[in-house]
Structure formats: C-alpha cells, structure tokens
C-alpha cells in the first residue's frame, strides 16, 4: 500500500468518522454484505454535517473486539464466519457508540474503528479481486469516500475544499 495514499486515507477517515457514532444496517444482496451506518454531528467529531448517509459497507469478513487481542487477523481465512443473526447481535452491542479512533493498518487497508467502549470494529482489508469495504457518504455533487481495493491498495476521494495538511 502507497504510504502516501494510506496518509491521505486515513486523514478523510478521521475527518468523516470522528465523533460519529453508530446508528443502523442494513443487510445487502449477499450475505457477505452488510452496511453500518453512522451519525455525525455537526462539531462532534470536528467534521460537518454533511447531509447525506455516512456508512461504511463491509464486502468482506469483519469482526467485533471488546478489548485488543494479542493480534489482529491478518486476512479472511482468520475471521470467523457470523450468521445474521450474530451480525445484528455485534452491531446492536455498539449502537450509539462514538467513534474514538479509525485507521489503516501499515501494509494492508484492514480497517479498525475503535469505539468510545472499548470496542473496535476490524474489517479485512485484503483480496487479490475484488474491493472488501468502502465508507463515506455522498451528498449532492461532494463524494467523500474511502476503498479498499484489490491487492493491498487503497483509494480516497474527498472534495477539493477538503485541507488534508
């Protein structure tokens, strides 16, 4: 992964998920697909309100930690498989919480979402075809977005008025 890009990535992260806090999903066509969405407020996470949906769609295996492990997976074949069910019971066990933390791991965009109690929300961020997660949220001609695209890249687009520095 571009170190560059990670930097750029990570800073539009920030900007869009601090403060945000955890408020639905929505299950997708397959079930490897799930999208969490979050609220931000206006001055709670030093980012706007944005008018649109802010969420992160997940493509890929991910998993709920209620403190650190030792290590975190390094790829899908070490994530469990959830049932639905089991997804909605992990989701439900941070609803309405903050986001305190979000970042990229340093050679591989396996995403970590740390929340306000502990938890943290890791999404692989690994496949040789095809994307595993996106996030940001559109609204009207601004598209703010994050992806992990295929073969440990990562990709961000943010509006020109956006000052990542």
Same mark, same amino acid.
């Given at each position: 992964m571009d170190r560059e890009y990670k930097i750029y990535a990570e800073k539009v992260l920030k900007?869009?998920?601090? #403060?945000?806090?955890v408020d639905g999903m929505q299950f997708g066509m397959s079930p490897a697909t799930i999208k969490i969405y979050f609220t931000n407020f206006k001055g709670s996470g030093g980012s706007d309100d944005y008018g649109g949906q802010l969420y992160l769609n997940i493509e890929s295996k991910w998993c709920l930690f209620d403190s650190p492990p030792e290590k975190y997976p390094s790829n899908e074949d070490e994530i469990e498989d959830y049932s639905e069910d089991e997804e909605?019971?992990?989701?439900?066990?941070i609803r309405r919480q903050k986001v305190v933390d979000i970042k990229l791991e340093e050679e591989t965009p396996h995403l970590f979402i740390t929340l306000e @109690? #502990?938890? =943290?929300?890791?999404? @692989?961020?690994f496949h040789d075809k095809y994307e595993c997660w996106q996030a940001g949220v559109q609204? #009207?001609?601004? =598209?703010w977005l994050v992806v992990s695209v295929p @073969?440990?890249?990562? /990709? /961000?687009? /943010?509006p020109d008025r956006f000052n990542a520095e």
């Open positions: 900007h869009l998920f601090l #403060g945000a806090q909605y019971s992990r989701i439900y066990k @109690n #502990g938890y =943290t929300i890791f999404v @692989n961020g609204f #009207g001609d601004e =598209t @073969n440990n890249e990562i /990709a /961000a687009w /943010a």
